[in-house]
DNA sequence: CGCACTATTGATATTTTTCAAAGGAAGTGG
DNA sequence: CCACTTCCTTTGAAAAATATCAATAGTGCG
């Protein structure tokens, strides 16, 4: 804790970057956006910076923004009475954070990884949703996504086993990266977990314990090799997604 | 029903009701729509009529059109290769069924018990949507709400005991029921379990026997009374939020 | 009445959690 | 530079929860 952690993140604003040379211009909420649509947006933006573990929003309380993931990854995460915790979203770059028409925050959101956040002001956003469909018909097609995903991780949690719920989560992390970089997964592969194993436990609903134990059991037989603790290696990207327990050919084409 | 069981979905159409003494008037996607839009569904619409255990779509197929339910249940569910279930969408009166935008399903939807569909085709609804921002925003807001709920069920699946599970599922019942009369959940409510125990199991996650044996345990403690099979008895509604290990306030305003 | 379906209950097996200990990696201050 | 602290991770043993396998009991219908 040197001076860094203390400067809070409103006060952080980095340099604006063109909306035409956003790195999530074509996956965003904006992505159907024209010119004119994205000058629009260029007047009202701005970016928030969040250091890992820092919170971005609390269950309860007022949210004065939505914002798109430009870098990093957030957790939106629920908490029980007693403590238990379960995560039930991660949002990637080009994820939608914030509910346009209900201000305050049905989730705990947490920065996973430094985060960069392309904030919208509520009312500019909302006024901006009524009269521009590109951008509510952009909004309603990403959380149909959002839904047929979470619908996804129902499965996931309802009826696979630890050592799956693992496999499956690599496999999304390393489809949900070769998307941004308009890509297959491929053989060789090395996905980065930006996420500690108890985060990955609260995602997957399971104990940090058991995620470690599944891990070692995935490394030793041979389906991943880890590169340090954080970055795993998958030599046959094919074989990871039978562990998982999907279909081989991952459902709908999109 | 004696000659009805013959008779396909396809052939069945109820007489039109007019959308303006519609029981889902209110709460369906519909809900915001003023005279001139009713008129216009009003022209479209057809009913679809099927009964319980009767499969409404596969996942896979295309589906030619997309719906309210009216009356009775439908669930989405997901099947892995092996044969395991997990149930991902629980459609009550009200709720919307189908993507605008993908015709293909990617779930099977079944008729868990009767059900009355208010069906639209596929193409109309669509040139609706885009012309027509009060449809696309209602439908958006219940997407929303859609997620909302099955992020709550994420909490559920992932970090819930069975009691606890069955407990949820009650109160989840009870609340949607409650909604559709405008009215709270009182004490001495009688809820209907439209759905096996099966189906139950394959809601929350659970095995059939572990459904039986916590509804009979939750039966001895005095949470609930079984009223046949199909129909629960809760004498001391907040004992049963209690249970199910939720907030009491029940979360958010709405 | 008896069949088919649904639900309950019991005994055992399996999976995952819990509790406990210890091993690394990174950063801090002497 | 090194000892020290902290955080994250791994591993082990025992306990708990749930699944599985199996038998029995209602329920509704022809």
Known sequence: MTQVKSI???TCHPMQVPCADCPIRYRAVCATCEAGDLDRLDATKYYRRYQAGQTVALAGERM???ASVVTGVAGLSQTMEDG?????????PSD?????????????VTALSDLLLCCFRRKPFEDLLRSNPRISGRLLDMTLDDLDAAREWLLLLGRKSAREKIASFLVILARRHAALMQAEPE????????LTRE???????LTLETVSRQISALKRDGVIRLVGKRQVAVPDFNRLVTESGDDSDGGLPI
Chains 1, 2 share one sequence.
Do not use: C
């Open 64 to 66: 004065e923004f939505v």
């Open 96 to 108: 939608f954070l914030g509910r346009p028409g209900r201000a305050v925050s049905a989730y705990d």
């Open 187 to 194: 053989n060789g592969i090395e996905i980065e977990l930006p």
């Open 84 to 92: 238990r915790t379960q995560m039930v979203g991660l949002l990637l």
């Open 8 to 10: 809070t993140p409103e």
């Open 199 to 205: 985060a990955m436990a609260d995602y997957l609903g």
